[in-house]
């Protein structure tokens, strides 16, 4: 079955205001994962990622944190803008034999004005 | 560098009908990936090919949908006989050379939106 899963399906934000998605995963093995965001009538673009070795990584207005003991990360978007309304799906790649990636159900943003 | 390519953008099929949908990798990238997205889910792995090699087909239903990477030419995902149930957006990922170890990032498509009446 799936190891990733999010906490709540939709998420509004006003303009300019911070947001955290929110992640789960089973397994913990787990050592990597990855955010996306994918935009209506668009592919999956990734956003950032981490390592397990890591607690918290940052980006350009994104910070992804990692819990591994209650196995949950999180995506934080500072000041949102209207181009960040999409969904966000955090996503665990599964190496062994072949490469695939495990997406969760995802989390749709929208940012009001 | 034109990113991966996938047509076409949106069919539609009546049921009983084969459905072809065709994606072309970044140039270089030698693996390609295909994800169906059910609305308001998040996207399901179907297959994972190499140039003339299926490489895991651990998420393919068992009848009716196969795939292809050729040596020349497109990936193709085909379905066969198309039930409503197949109505989906189906995505195609390219990565370069796959490592012993690590993951290559998957570079996505914009995808193929089907419809089955």
């Known amino acids: 079955g799936e190891s990733v899963g999010l906490h709540l399906p939709t998420l509004s934000v006003q303009e300019g205001d911070n947001s955290i998605i929110n992640c789960a995963y089973s397994?913990?093995?787990?050592?990597?994962f990855i955010w996306y965001k994918q935009e209506s009538g668009k592919g999956p673009q990734f956003i950032i990622d981490?390592?397990?070795?890591?607690d918290k990584r940052q980006g350009q207005r994104v910070t992804v944190l990692l819990n591994k003991t209650v196995k949950h990360l999180s995506l934080q978007i500072a000041a949102t803008q209207p181009g960040d309304s999409a969904v966000y799906f955090c996503a665990e790649p599964i190496i062994q034999g072949a490469q695939k990636l495990v997406f969760g159900q995802g989390t749709r943003l929208t940012i009001n004005p | 560098n034109a990113g991966v390519m996938q047509n076409p953008r949106h069919l539609v099929r009546r049921r009983g009908q084969e459905a072809r949908l065709r994606c072309s990798p970044m140039?270089?990238?030698?693996?390609v990936y295909w994800y169906r997205q059910l609305p308001e889910e998040g996207l399901k792995f179907m297959v994972y090919l190499q140039k003339e090699n299926i490489i895991d087909e651990s998420g393919m239903p068992k009848e009716r949908f196969s795939a292809e990477f050729p040596k020349e030419g497109p990936s193709i995902l085909r379905i066969q006989q198309v039930v409503r149930g197949d109505s989906a957006a189906y995505f195609c990922?390219?990565?370069?050379?796959?490592?012993?170890?690590?993951?290559?990032?998957?570079?996505f498509g914009p995808g193929t939106r089907l419809t089955v009446l």
């Open positions: 140039k270089g990238h030698s693996h």
């Open positions: 397994n913990s093995a787990s050592d990597y």
């Open positions: 981490i390592r397990s070795n890591m």
């Open positions: 990922a390219s990565s370069p050379f796959q490592g012993a170890r690590g993951y290559n990032e998957q570079f």
